[in-house]
């Protein structure tokens, strides 16, 4: 746990909780600020598959896993596709 702890702190070095770095087209690396929006791949806590909901900040749980904030809830990145 310790160790998660360092590469969080880590990774607030280059990011914040209101913007994520992603490989965009062409292998450029692209700074994403909130809020943006997703759409949601898997059905989860009533969303539908194709809803477009906006991220307001996002999260790295004590597993070292991406959340996406949306509506004051923490749901996990892998719920979703970002739309440019």
């Not at 965009?24 to 059905?43: A, D, E, L, Y």
């Not at 904030?69 to 440019?84: D, E, H, Q, T, W």
């Amino acid at each position: 746990m310790e160790n998660n702890r360092k590469f969080i702190e880590g990774i607030y070095k280059y990011c914040t909780n209101h913007s994520i770095l992603v490989i965009g087209k062409g292998g450029v690396v692209v700074r994403i600020t909130c809020p943006f929006r997703v759409q949601v791949i898997t059905p989860f806590s009533g969303y539908m598959v194709g809803c477009i909901l906006w991220v307001e900040s996002v999260d790295i749980s004590s597993d070292l896993k991406l959340l996406y904030r949306i509506n004051k809830v923490a749901y996990p990145y892998y719920k979703f596709v970002i739309l440019s």
